[in-house]
């Protein structure tokens, strides 16, 4: 975008390397100014002049942005930073799998296991360890979730029609 300078940072806020997966941060003349009575949310978002976005993305050598995550639905599990849409795509794979969220749950203080909210295509069944074993096939076992659940009901969704990973995480949280 014309006026706008894209960066690729590191949790110290300093510029990666083309290629390396970091935070996106934005600067211009129409980057916002501020959230409105909200000081706190206002000054960790805005660092010197740029925009912290709150997205995971890398810039290749030619300046094309390729977005990854967000930085709230990435998953620490035992110190690797797991792509919750990485998880996501491979269950997608699945032909029973109508739609899917995966979330981090905690299993320590420090750490999180990868969590799948399925609900499946009308007339199709799979099982919890047919859906692993098929993201074994795609993934590094790492990443791949340790547990899944089903709902019958829709995965709540915004407005424009993407899932609300906050909610989950509360359902799934107690």
């Known amino acids: 975008m014309v006026g706008v300078e894209v960066k690729i940072v590191d949790e ?12 996106i941060i934005a600067c ?18 805005l660092v010197d002049g740029w925009v912290l976005t709150g997205d995971l993305g890398r810039l290749d050598e030619d300046g094309y942005l390729y977005l990854h995550d967000r930085l ?10 797991i792509s ?3 998880v996501e795509h491979a269950l997608l794979k699945h032909p029973a799998v109508h739609i899917v969220a995966v979330i981090g749950i905690p299993d320590d203080s420090t750490s999180s296991f990868v969590h ?8 199709l069944t799979t099982s919890e360890s047919e859906l692993i074993e098929h993201c074994r096939t795609l993934l ?8 899944i659940s089903f709902r019958s009901e829709p ?10 990973k906050r909610e989950l995480r509360l359902l799934h949280s107690s």
């Open 12 to 23: 110290t806020l300093t510029e990666l390397p083309t290629g390396e997966v970091g935070q």
């Open 28 to 45: 211009g003349k129409n980057a916002m100014v501020g959230y409105w009575n909200r000081p706190e949310k206002t000054q960790q978002t």
């Open 72 to 81: 709230a639905d990435v998953i620490m599990v035992d110190g690797t930073l």
């Open 84 to 86: 919750s849409i990485e």
């Open 116 to 123: 799948a909210i399925v609900n499946t295509n009308p007339g």
């Open 140 to 147: 590094d076992a790492s990443h791949c979730p340790k547990s």
């Open 155 to 164: 995965l709540p969704l915004t407005a424009p029609g993407k899932v609300l």
